[in-house]
């Protein structure tokens, strides 16, 4: 049951004033239960306790850490129908997503808690070079980290989901900020965490979940002396400004934001002449899955003008059209869609290809596909804009060259995908597909974007804006990888390092031992 209060460690608390509620979209109402914003002392108080948690967490065994992880997960599915019924009150999301959603979210703790059994994560570098230093070099944690929820994944990017995951993972306190529009999901989910960190020993303050309307709360805890680090995912705009207030902090932190992409596709001439109706109908599901709350969603799909393209486009509206607008996740998201498309609308030079005469309940979206050509893409740059909701546009190229063209001017993204069906082809788009590369995270070879898969080679991120570090993935195994940073211990006692650097190794962790690269150090 939820109480609308912060959990300051173990601790429910009330202190703020600032009150609010959450809505059910479908019906278009609040929910019941009234959450208190954090106030400044509660701020405070959690990033105390992270602080001195880390002085624990930061240095225990990577099984404890494993167990949590574990324990996490099992928390979470013991929270049953209270937590689907929740998750569907505050997101109309039906009970299929919710329910995937959750084995999700347990998917993600279970895979970290496995990888930190297995160990090689912290790269343990171990250089024994006759006459030289001996130099050991492992990852540590940073520090007390701060995790935005996200509005669109209530469990998966979420309160316990993959920034939270990989960052206890890393041995990282985490201070989450919950989102608003699921706050009731997100402190029974916090509650599984602290019931987990109870049961496997863990200390009190390594998790907190703070509630909040409106930014102060996420502003105060970015600008907080303790807090080393930050994983967001959003909007574009409000990345960038979490980006500046860390980088104006007297001492700087990252901010590993994933933020808009509008996931170009290239539909080869191949792909469209031997499977147009078989893409059209593989796009139009894409397009409006999750009412394109996805930010994998596929804006923009790009092919040569032709017979075949036109076929491909007319049968995606048509498909497009015959499936039944459903609800947003929220009034604001909705007015924000409508927003966003009436600005794309309002431009001149591109034509309507699906049905726009449809009644629809509240805070449902009417999906959109629309046509432009590649010169008024190119001079127009709205239509580059992430809408976010159920929105797609296909730009119809004069030929390769233009093709190119708008591929190098578009902005980073997440994903980039090509639809192929000879590969006798791929000479004559080789430029085009190289230039892609650089544009993104990860390349599609015949699928949708939709969908990102939890494994150790996922990439979740690409060049700004998709992201604000192109380095790194939100999700996947190597998520963890934001939240440590190198030391390199030279000339120490065996049994003072840590333990995947001893030559002893008790952990059985793989290591790089005697590397090449450091015969002839500068």
Not at 249 to 260: D, K, L, N, Q, S
Not at 287 to 301: E, K, M, R, S
């Amino acid at each position: 049951m939820t109480t609308g209060k912060n959990y300051i460690g173990d601790v429910l608390s009330a202190k703020g004033k600032t009150t609010y509620k959450t809505i059910n979209p479908e019906l278009n109402l609040e929910n019941e239960t009234v959450f208190y914003e954090a106030s400044n002392d509660e701020i405070a108080q959690a990033v105390l306790l992270a602080e001195e948690a880390f002085k624990t967490y930061g240095t225990i065994e990577d099984t404890k850490k494993a167990d949590f992880l574990d324990a996490i997960a099992e928390e979470i599915e013991a929270l049953g129908d209270e937590l689907l019924n929740t998750y569907m009150q505050e997101s109309a999301l039906p009970a299929g997503r919710a329910n995937g959603e959750r084995a999700r979210t347990t998917g993600q703790l279970r895979a970290f808690a496995t990888m930190l059994r297995e160990g090689s994560w912290v790269e343990a570098i171990i250089n024994k070079t006759e006459g030289k230093p001996d130099i050991r070099r492992v990852q540590i944690p940073m520090g007390p980290v701060v995790v935005f929820g996200a509005s669109n994944f209530p469990l998966a990017f979420s309160t316990a989901g993959g920034d939270t995951a990989s960052a206890l993972a890393a041995g990282c306190p985490v201070i989450v900020k919950s989102h608003p529009l699921h706050a009731g999901t997100g402190e029974l989910v916090a509650s599984a965490i602290i019931k987990a960190a109870q049961r496997t020993g863990i200390p009190n303050g390594v998790f907190s979940n703070l509630n909040s309307s409106g930014i102060e709360v996420g502003k105060a805890l970015v600008e907080h002396p303790s807090v080393k680090a930050v994983g967001f995912t959003g909007s574009i705009k409000g990345g960038t400004a979490l980006c500046k207030i860390a980088a104006s902090r007297e001492t700087p932190i990252p901010v590993y934001a994933e933020m808009g992409s509008i996931n170009p596709v290239l539909a080869l001439p191949s792909a469209l002449k031997q499977d147009a109706e078989k893409w059209a109908k593989n796009y139009a599901a894409s397009i409006v899955a999750g009412t394109g709350q996805f930010c994998t969603n596929p804006g923009l799909i790009l092919g040569i003008n032709s017979s075949e393209l036109e076929n491909f486009i007319a049968i995606l509206a048509l498909e497009v059209d015959k499936i039944e607008p459903a609800c947003m996740l929220h009034p604001a998201i909705k007015s924000q869609y409508e927003s966003l498309k009436s600005e794309v609308l309002g431009q001149e030079g591109y034509t309507q290809q699906t049905n726009l005469d449809k009644e629809l309940k509240p805070n449902y979206a009417l999906q959109n596909v629309i046509t432009v050509d590649g010169d008024t893409f190119l001079k127009n740059k709205t239509f580059h804009k992430e809408v976010f909701g159920p929105f797609s546009v296909v730009v119809k190229c004069d030929d390769i060259e233009q093709l190119n063209t708008i591929i190098q001017d578009l902005e980073g993204q997440l994903t980039g995908t090509v639809l192929n069906a000879d590969l006798n082809e791929w000479e004559d788009f080789a430029a085009v597909i190289q230039n892609l590369k650089n544009k993104v995270g990860r390349l599609i070879f015949n699928n949708v974007p939709t969908g990102v898969e939890v494994c150790s080679g996922m990439t979740h991120g690409g060049p700004f804006p998709a992201s604000s570090d192109s380095k790194f993935t939100s999700v996947g195994l190597t998520a963890v990888k934001r939240w440590v940073r190198p030391v390199t211990y030279q000339d120490w006692p065996d049994q003072l390092l840590p333990s995947a650097l001893q030559d002893k190794n008790p952990l059985g962790i793989n290591r790089i031992v005697n590397d090449v690269l450091t015969q002839n150090p500068i």
